[in-house]
C-alpha cells in the first residue's frame, strides 16, 4: 500500500539536486486538469531523494496515514506493511520482523536484526525501540539488508522514524482522541520562530485506557494503558551555512504487564493441573477464565534522550555531526502460569537499566557525475539486566513431585509439623532466583558510498561498511532467595525437629529455575565457573565488511528498473540464561532486481521488485526441555535460512476523487540448515513465515466547498497462514489444536470518515479499527507446561471504536 501522496518524477533524476528543487519542478510535469502531486522525499540512502528514484524496496508511511489508522506506535502499524512484523504485547521488548528475519532473543546480550532509527540515532535496545507516535513527519521501512548505509544490526532492513523539525512560522495543534475502553489520547504541540534564525518546536501526548480483559475472580481489569511522551527540538541557523539542530525527548509508560489466559482446566486444590500438559484437553482462550494472581502486575519504561545535529556547508560539501545520549530503565513482571492458586504460582520479571552515547560524523557532496558520502561513527553502550524469578515453597514443591524428584514441603509438614502441632510450616514461602548480567558494547565503523551518473540513464552505486565489535559480558546467580524458609529451617534445625526428618537446612539450598550446577567448570575470561555467587565473564570482538552495489536504469522517463546486492549483519553476542555462552556475527546476502514506474495519465505508481536471501549463522533462542526431563532452558541454537519473495506495491489516483492502494508480498522462506532440539533435521523445512502478506486500501474525498471536506478512508490487511515446522509447534508458535488455532490466516478491516473544515483548521474524524473484530491467538507458552501443566497463551487486541478532534493553528 502507497501510504503517502504519489511521487512525480520532475525530469528524469531528482536524486542529485536539493529537495526544494524537486518540489518546484513536480508541478511541471502535471497536465491540463491533472493537479501536481508532492515529491515524497526520503532518506533512504542517507540522502535527501524521492522515493521512487531509490533502487531499494522501501515504503513510506507519512503522518496522516499513522493518523487514519490510530495509531499509537509501531505495533500498530505492522499489519499495513507487507514483510514487516512488530510483536508489541511487551513494549519493553518488542520484536521485529522484515522478510521474516527476525531475532528471538529478549537478553542484552544479543542485539535486533532490524535496525530501528529516530532522527538517524540507531536505537539499539528492545527497550527503547517501540516508541510513541509524537509530531512524527513520516516512517521509511527499508525491506531487505542495510549493513552499509545504516550499519551494524540492520541485517533484515531498517525502520527510520522522522519527527518534525521546527518550522519559520508559527503553528499549533491540539488533538483528543477517545475511544473504546475508556481511552482518552490528548495531544498538542506548538511551534514557535524566535527569530529569523532561531525557532523551537515542542509537543506532548498523554494516552489512557481502561483494560479489555477482566479477571473472572477478582473482576479486575488487564491490558490498561497508561504512557505519556514529550520533545523539545531548537533549530538554530547559526550561520548561512550552519544548522543546528538539539533535541530533548522523554517516553515513560507505566501499564499492566501482559496476562496470561490459562488453557487448562484447573481441579480443586489441593489437586493440580496433570504435568505435562495435554495439548487435546487445550481449553478455547476466548472462553476461558482469566485468572492472574502476579504479585506486581506492572510493565514500565522511563526513557530520555538528548540528540544534537549539526549540519554545516563546506563549500560544494555538506558535513554532519551526530551526537545522542539515550539513558532508560524497564520492568516488566509477568505471571507464567495463568492461574491464582499458590501451589502453580510462577512469575518473571525482566528488569533494565541502559546508557548509551553515539556519534557520528558524514560528509557528503558532488563530484562531476559523482554523489557520494563517507562517515565514521563511533556507539558506547553499558546494559544492565536483572532476569527474575519468583515463585512459593508450595510451587517448588509442585514441581518436584511432577519431576519425580519427591514432595519434601508437603512431606515434613504434613507427615511432622501439623500431626504434631508444631507452630511452623514450609509452605506460602517466597521463592526467587536471578540472573544479573551487565554488558559493555563499543562498535566503531567507517564507511563510504557513492552513486555514478555513468550516463543520463544509468547509475551504478557502490558502498562498504567495516565495523568493530567490542563486547564484554557478564552471569552472575547468587543463589537462590528465601529469607522466611531459612528462618523456619534454622528454627526447626536448632530444635532438632529436622534431624527427626533425617534433613538438615542444606537440602533446600537449591536452585530449581537456574541451575547452574551443570555449568560449573566452564571456561570463562576471568577464571573458571563455580556456579554460584562468582560471575562468570566472557569479553570478545567482531568485525564485518558489508557491502552493496545497486544498477539502476532510466527505461523510460516513467521507469526505472534496478538490480542490488547488499549485505548486512548483526553482531556476534552472548545468550544472557546461559553461562559462558558465545555466537559468531549473522549475515544477510541479498539479491534483489525490480522496477519503479509512475505515470501522469493515468496517476499511476506500480513498482515491483523480486529478492532471495541466505542468512547465515541466524541464533534462536529456543526453549528446551533437558534430556531425561527437568525444567526448561532457553538455549541458544544455530541455523541458515534461505527465502525467495516478491514485493508489489500499486497507488491509483483513479479520479481527482478516489484513490486505491496497496502493497503485498509472497516469501518462500526455509530451513537451509537446522537440526532441532530433538535431534530432527529440519532442512528444507519453512520457517513459519506465511506465503502471503497483503494490505489494500481506498480513499474517497466528497468536497463540500463552504460545507468543508469529507473524507472515507478503508484499509484491510490479510497475514497467511503460518507454515509449521516441528520446531515451531514445539514452541508455540504454530500449529493447531482441537480448541484453536495458532498462526492462522488473519484479517484486520479499518475504517475512517474524517470531516475537514473550511481553511482545514478544524477536523473531527470517526474511526473503527478491527472492524470486525477478529481476534486471534498469539501464541502458547509453554514455560510451565511440562514443569506445572499450565501453558497459557495471549490473544490479538479487540475492535476499537473512536472519536478524534483536532484544531490546527
Known amino acids: 500500500m502507497r501510504t503517502t501522496n504519489p511521487t512525480r518524477r520532475p525530469g528524469l533524476r ?85 522478510r521474516g528475519i527476525s531475532t528471538s532473543d529478549f537478553g542484552v546480550g544479543t542485539d535486533p536484526a532490524v535496525g530501528i532509527y529516530v ?38 532492513g531498517a525502520v527510520s522514524i522522522i519527527t518534525r523539525a521546527p518550522s519559520d512560522e508559527l503553528e499549533g495543534r491540539l488533538a483528543l482522541r477517545i475511544g473504546s475502553h475508556s481511552r482518552v489520547r490528548t495531544e498538542g504541540m506548538i511551534n514557535i520562530p524566535i527569530t529569523d534564525t532561531l525557532a523551537i518546536r515542542a509537543n506532548f501526548l498523554s494516552n489512557k485506557a481502561d483494560g479489555w480483559l477482566t479477571d473472572s475472580v477478582t473482576g479486575e481489569d488487564y491490558r490498561r494503558e497508561n504512557g505519556s511522551a514529550d520533545r523539545l527540538t531548537i533549530r538554530w541557523n547559526a550561520t548561512p551555512t550552519t544548522e543546528i539542530l538539539l533535541r530533548h525527548s522523554r517516553d515513560n509508560i507505566s501499564q499492566d504487564a501482559r496476562p496470561a489466559i490459562g488453557i487448562v482446566e484447573l481441579p480443586a486444590y489441593p489437586g493440580t493441573p496433570a504435568a505435562p500438559a495435554d495439548p487435546n484437553a ?53 505471571d507464567e502460569d495463568g492461574t ?73 509438614e504434613y507427615g511432622l509439623l501439623v500431626p504434631f502441632g508444631l507452630p511452623y510450616t514450609m509452605l506460602g514461602h517466597s521463592w526467587s532466583e536471578n540472573m544479573n548480567n551487565r554488558g559493555e558494547f563499543t562498535a566503531r565503523a567507517i564507511y563510504a558510498d557513492a552513486i555514478w551518473s555513468v550516463t543520463d540513464r544509468m547509475n551504478l552505486s557502490v558502498g562498504l561498511r567495516y565495523t568493530e565489535d567490542e563486547k564484554s559480558f557478564q552471569w552472575l546467580n547468587g543463589g537462590r532467595q528465601a529469607d522466611s524458609l531459612d528462618q523456619t529451617l534454622a528454627a526447626l534445625d536448632g530444635a532438632g525437629i529436622l534431624g527427626l526428618a533425617g534433613a538438615s537446612p542444606a537440602d533446600f539450598l537449591f536452585d530449581f529455575v537456574f541451575d547452574l550446577a551443570p555449568l560449573a567448570g566452564v571456561a570463562c575470561d576471568n577464571g573458571v565457573f563455580v556456579a554460584e555467587n562468582v560471575a562468570c565473564i566472557q569479553q570478545d570482538s567482531w568485525s564485518n565488511l558489508s557491502p552493496r552495489v545497486v544498477v539502476d536504469y532510466q527505461l523510460t522517463d516513467n521507469v526505472m528498473v534496478y538490480g542490488s546486492f547488499s549485505e548486512g549483519y548483526k553482531a556476534g553476542g552472548f545468550n544472557s540464561v546461559e553461562v559462558g555462552s558465545r555466537f559468531e556475527n549473522e549475515t544477510v546476502t541479498s539479491w534483489e532486481f525490480g522496477f519503479k514506474s ?43 535460512d534461505e527465502a525467495i519473495g516478491v514485493d508489489f506495491e500499486l497507488d491509483w489516483n483513479a479520479t481527482e476523487a478516489l484513490r486505491l492502494y496497496g502493497n503485498a508480498q509472497w516469501l518462500d522462506s526455509t530451513h537451509k540448515r537446522r537440526v532441532d532440539s530433538n535431534g530432527a533435521d529440519l532442512a528444507g523445512e519453512p520457517t513459519g513465515e506465511p506465503n502471503w502478506n497483503l494490505a489494500v486500501g481506498a480513499e474517497y474525498v466528497i468536497n463540500w466547498r463552504e460545507r468543508g471536506e469529507l473524507t472515507l478512508q478503508a484499509n484491510h490487511a490479510y497475514r497467511g497462514e503460518s507454515r509449521c515446522n516441528s520446531q515451531s509447534v514445539l514452541q508455540g508458535t504454530c500449529g493447531g489444536y482441537a480448541a484453536f488455532e495458532l498462526g492462522e490466516a488473519r484479517n484486520r478491516t479499518d475504517l475512517r470518515l474524517r470531516w475537514t473544515a473550511p481553511g482545514d483548521r478544524l477536523s473531527v474524524s470517526a474511526f473503527a479499527n478491527n472492524l470486525f473484530d477478529n481476534q486471534y491467538v498469539e501464541g502458547v507458552s509453554n514455560l510451565t507446561a511440562d514443569t506445572l501443566g499450565t501453558p497459557f497463551v495471549t490473544i490479538s487486541t479487540p475492535r476499537v471504536l473512536g472519536l478524534e478532534i483536532g484544531y490546527d493553528f
Open 282 to 334: 487445550y481449553l478455547n482462550p476466548f472462553n476461558a477464565p482469566l485468572r492472574n494472581d502476579v504479585a506486581i502486575n506492572r510493565e514500565s519504561r522511563d526513557l530520555a534522550e538528548t540528540t544534537l545535529t549539526i549540519h554545516q556547508d563546506i563549500g560544494a560539501m555538506t558535513l554532519t555531526s551526530l551526537t545522542s545520549f539515550r539513558e532508560f530503565s524497564t520492568m516488566n513482571r509477568e
Open 119 to 156: 532522527d538517524g540515532i540507531y536505537a539499539a535496545r528492545s527497550g527503547a525501540s517501540l516508541l510513541a507516535f509524537n509530531d512524527v513527519e513520516r516512517i521509511e521501512v527499508l525491506k531487505g539488508p542495510q549493513g552499509t548505509l545504516f550499519g551494524r544490526n540492520s541485517a533484515a
Open 340 to 412: 491464582n492458586r499458590i501451589d502453580t504460582y510462577f512469575d518473571t520479571s525482566n528488569v533494565e537499566d541502559n546508557e548509551a552515547f553515539y556519534q557520528e560524523l558524514r560528509l557528503a557532496g558532488t563530484s562531476g557525475p559523482v554523489d557520494w558520502l563517507i562517515g565514521a561513527s563511533y556507539y558506547d553502550e553499558t546494559a544492565v539486566q536483572a532476569s527474575e524469578t519468583f515463585t512459593y515453597t508450595d510451587t517448588v514443591n509442585t514441581v518436584l513431585g511432577n519431576l519425580g524428584a519427591g514432595t519434601p514441603f508437603t512431606d515434613l
Open 598 to 640: 509512475d505515470f501522469i495519465n493515468p496517476d499511476l505508481i506500480f513498482n515491483m521488485s523480486v529478492f532471495s536471501y541466505l542468512y547465515e549463522g541466524k541464533q534462536s533462542v529456543r526453549l528446551v526441555v533437558p534430556a531425561g526431563g527437568g525444567i526448561p532452558q532457553y538455549l541458544v541454537q544455530t541455523s541458515d
Open 14 to 98: 531528482c536524486m542529485l539536486v536539493s529537495t526544494a528543487a524537486c518540489i518546484l519542478a513536480a508541478p511541471a510535469l502535471a497536465q491540463d486538469g491533472d493537479q501536481a502531486q508532492d515529491v515524497i522525499t526520503v532518506t533512504a540512502q542517507q540522502r535527501a531523494q524521492s522515493a521512487q528514484d531509490v533502487p531499494i524496496s522501501l515504503q513510506v508511511l507519512d503522518s496522516g496515514f499513522i493518523q487514519s489508522l490510530a495509531a499509537d506506535d509501531m505495533g500498530d502499524l505492522d499489519a499495513f506493511v507487507p514483510g514487516l512484523d512488530v510483536s508489541n504485547g511487551s513494549p519493553t521488548q518488542p520484536r521485529y520482523s522484515i
